[in-house]
């Protein structure tokens, strides 16, 4: 008991104090509204306070002038809308049915007009659009085939290099001469290189260079 009255004595020091008291729970200013009224204030009537006879009339002075005047700004907007539709109305009853025709016969010439336009636009956008896509696929077809005529070189040049070779090919017919060359000249795989790229052959006292250009 003693050992935990003074680590607490310890803890509760004036800095540590201070340190502690400021990561305190963080309470609301007002009490949340879900937790309803308090029942020490459930039946409690707050008592209204009452205002200035100055305050009061002039807020009513300054709440009749407001009135006063968005009523009046009402009123200008309301006439102003009334005016123009009755302008417009009256446009509309002047004109006779041969003019609304040609007003309207006017708006489809205007109209096919600028479709007229669109679609000179249109068609010159989309020729160059099929030009330039001409132009791209051509260009593609004669790369491919340089990849193809490449393509069928090196295949030619790996075919003529395998004829050349094939001529050296044991086959059935030049084997009994194979076996009889190869009696009389043996190989032989015992030698060394130096860093010069030199054969030393075993028991032959003279260096071969080899072919440094391989």
Sequence with gaps: MASIVAAFSGIFTKPRSLALFQYTTVRFR???????TA?????RVPERKKQIAEEVNELKR???TYRTQMKAV???LRDEVEASKLVSRAGMVLQTPEEEEAEWQEALQRNDEWNRQTAAVRDE???VERAARKEYI???LVAKEHRE???REKVEQLVRAEKEQSKTFITSENIDKAIELALVQPTSYNFALDRDGN???HGDTSATETNKAD
């Design 30 to 36: 007002r009490k949340p509204r879900w937790l309803g």
């Design 39 to 43: 029942k020490s204030k459930l039946f």
């Design 62 to 64: 300054l709440h009749n």
């Design 74 to 76: 009402r009123s200008f």
């Design 125 to 127: 956008r989309l020729a």
């Design 138 to 140: 051509l260009e593609r």
């Design 149 to 151: 005529a490449d393509k």
């Design 199 to 201: 054969i030393h052959r």
